[in-house]
Structure formats: C-alpha cells, structure tokens
C-alpha cells in the first residue's frame, strides 16, 4: 500500500474487520491502495492480473475544479450551478451577465481551481467584489460559479453532505482489460454509490449573502478545516443524532428531514445516485483524453517513457477503481447541487479538540513537560515489553492541526460513516478481481 499514514489506520481496521490480511508495499494482495499519480506510476506496470489499483488514471486531473466546470457546462448538468472558468471568460463578460443593473440580486463563489480546504473562497454581490476576490487569489485559474443562496437548512445553519461514489470498470472493460471505450454510460465505467455519507454543518447560523457578511466563511463554508478553528463547534458522540453537531451521518439527517420537511429519504437517494451516474458520465471524456494521452505523464513517467505508460494505462485501465467524494448542497426545496467532486477525499478517522483548563503560557508548559515524561515512561515500557507504544488519543499535543493546546481523538460520526464505506469498497474490488479470475479468457499482463 503506498495510503498516507491516516489511511492506513482505516485500511487496517477495515480489513480487520473483513478477516483480511494487509501486507507491505509489493508483496502482492487483491486490492492495491495508493493515493497519488507517483504512486499509479511505480505500481501500474507491477500489477498483478488478479490485483486491482485503487487509482483510476487521469481521475485527479478530471476532479479539478476547472476541468469538471467544463465537462458538466458541456454536457448541461442540471444539478450544476451556472459556473465559468478563468481566465477563459473574463470578469467583465461574467459581471455583465450576473450583475446587471435591472437584474435581481445575485452572489458568485469564487473557487481556485486547485484550492482544497477553503482556501482561497470568496464571495462577490458585485463587480467590484468579484475583481477584489479574483485579485487575492494566488494562481489565476479558478472557477466562479453562481451561489446556491437559499439553502435547506439544519437548525438555522448551512449544510452540505460528502457522499462517497466507486468508479469502477463496467463487465466488458473488467474481463477485456478495458481501454475505457466500452459500452454503456460513462465511457467503460460504473458507478456505485454508498449508502451513507458525511454532514457537515456551518458553525454560524445562516443569512443570506450581503455586505456585512460575505467575508463570513464560518457562516457560508462548512469545511471541517475551517470550522474546527472555532470555540462554537459542536462535537457528535453519537452518529445517529440528527439534532447536533457539526458533522452528522446522513442518513441520520435525511430520516430527520422526512419527518421534518416531509421529504422522502428514498427520493434523495435516489436524486443523489442520479446526480453520482450524471457526473461521471460528464467526466468520462475528459478522464480518458487525462489518462490516455502521453503529456499526462511525462514528469512522472517510469524510465521507458511517457508514451508508453500512456499505453500501459490504456490496456491495464480496467484493472482500476476509484473512491470519490462529491459534495452536496440541498436547497431550500430539497433539490441537490453538486459543489464539487474530491478524487482523494479524506478518509481520516481524527479529530481534534482543545484542551480545557489551559489558559496561560505557564499551565501549558508544565503540561507538556508532563506530557514529555509520560511519552518517555511509556516508550520505554513498550520496548522493554518488546510491543509498540499504544494509540495516543486523547493526550495533550500542539501539533498544526490547531492552533492551541489540543487533543487527538477518533471521530464516533467519520468512523460511523468512513470504516462501512472502505470495507465495502475492498468487498466490491475484491470480488471484481475474483469475476474476472473466473472469467473465460480472462486477460493477462502483457
């Protein structure tokens, strides 16, 4: 497994909980995990007929923001909001379209097109908003995008709901290898999409975009790196509360809407299985033209060269899957709105809570100096037990997670919702490789 440090906790719990064995990088398995396009380079050309990659190529590529504002522009994605892209239109062709003079009052989001936790997201009710917001980006490509700004609330704060879809090979691609150009939608491709998923709610109560409040990002942002930050947020105990919290399961939530706002869970399910099957049919084209094509590749290519581990991917592209988190907003009629899709979502199972009881520099320092003595008799009871030190949640630590004394704890809601979601992508990846093992004329590496 190349996962990052955080996923191999989850990976591990997952297969503990399956029955199943993990084994070091190389050593061969059914299911092997990694993150990065690196990655899908050093073990593509080592995969195993009987093992499948858990990267779809060209994926990453296809998820930014940029790339996926055109396919879903292109393909006239209903469950997009209206978005341009920059610099390809400029910003006063965007304005003179939103902000006309005799129009009604609207808001734009502004989104780099390679910005991850809320960095760099700013709202515009004008002209001059939108330049002062584009002008304090970093990188001039992003993406501005019409805001959702009657939103279904929960408890009068803004929400929004990770859900989880596995790309996977279709049949044909499956049991031919697969160059991605087979029948059915998506391009060679289907999607499975899990029934459960991640709320997060805002930490602020909710009021419609105006001057005084565009700048307020815990009142319009939900994600976690922003409102962790915050003395008002609220931690879960139990994932099936629906009524507090700043992250929630959904389907907590959606039984508490059905009763609440009379709206059928199953038709939201349904609604987001559509929305999952329509973003990636929009994203196929794009993903392929990613992946097949040789530039995709050529600063991460192995030594034989980009060309032909463009190649390589195309014969060995439905020995692939993919874990992608789309986030969704429901409006205030329970219609939803892909925000974005995340080819890496987080899989963390932490979260971390400030200390309480630690208010000058001196009670700091003297914990941590106890910390430091407990860290030493600990490590040395481990070794002298010849074990690993055992887990340190919930001990003292200011690490950049937070910016004050905290603690590390495992989340009861991300677990609730992450751990059922991996284990069911390894099953369903596990016996994709076991169907095409049995498979007549099944394919072997070239």
Not at 105 to 131: M, Q, Y
Not at 371 to 399: I, T
């Amino acid at each position: 497994s190349c996962a990052k440090k955080h996923e191999v906790n989850i990976l591990t719990l997952a297969a503990r909980r399956l029955g199943w064995a993990t084994t070091a990088r190389g050593c061969g398995g059914a299911v092997v995990w990694v993150n990065t396009r690196e990655d899908v380079t050093q073990r593509l050309p080592k995969l195993r007929d009987e093992e499948m990659l858990s990267h779809v190529p060209g994926m990453g590529l296809t998820c930014s923001k940029d790339t996926l504002a055109r396919a879903l522009e292109a393909a006239g994605a209903r469950f997009w909001p209206r978005s341009w892209c920059l610099p390809d239109v400029g910003l006063a062709e965007i304005a003179g379209e939103v902000f006309a003079p005799d129009g009604p009052p609207a808001t734009l989001i502004v989104k780099p097109a390679a910005g991850t936790h809320g960095k760099g997201i700013g709202l515009a009710r004008s002209a001059e908003d939108l330049e002062g917001a584009v002008s304090r980006l970093m990188d001039q490509q992003a993406i501005v995008q019409e805001y959702i700004d009657r939103p279904l609330l929960l408890d009068g704060c803004k929400w929004d709901a990770r859900v989880y879809a596995l790309v996977v090979p279709s049949m044909r691609e499956l049991f031919t290898g697969g160059d991605g150009s087979g029948g059915g939608g998506g391009g060679g491709l289907a999607v499975l999409l899990a029934k459960e998923g991640l709320v997060r709610v805002c930490v602020d109560a909710y009021q419609p975009p105006g001057p005084r409040n565009l700048h307020r990002t815990m009142m319009h942002l939900t994600n976690y790196s922003i409102s962790k930050l915050s003395e008002r947020y609220v931690h879960n105990e139990d994932p099936g509360d629906a009524s507090r919290g700043c992250k929630r399961t959904l389907s907590a939530v959606l039984k508490r809407l059905e009763v609440s706002a009379g709206l059928p869970a199953a038709e939201l399910w349904g609604a987001l299985g559509a929305l999952a099957r329509g973003t990636i049919d929009a994203m196929s084209g794009p993903l392929k033209a990613a992946a097949f094509e040789a530039s995709t590749w050529e600063a991460a290519a192995p030594a034989e060269g980009a060309g032909s581990f463009a190649g390589l991917v195309r014969r060995r592209f439905g020995s692939c899957f993919h874990l992608v988190g789309l986030d969704v907003l429901l409006d205030e009629e329970g219609r939803p709105w892909l925000l974005e899709a995340n080819s890496n979502p987080s899989l963390s199972l932490e979260e971390v809570r400030p200390l309480a009881g630690v208010s000058s520099r001196s009670e700091m320092n003297q914990l941590f100096v106890e910390v430091k003595r407990e860290r030493r008799e600990s490590a040395a009871a481990a070794a002298a037990a010849a074990q690993l030190p055992g887990p340190r949640w919930g001990r003292p630590c200011r690490c950049a997670k937070l910016p004050r004394p905290h603690a590390h704890f495992q989340c009861p809601v991300d677990t609730a919702v992450k751990l059922p979601v991996v284990e069911g992508v390894l099953t369903i990846a596990r016996r994709l490789t076991a169907a095409r093992g049995q498979a007549p004329g099944a394919p072997r590496s070239a």
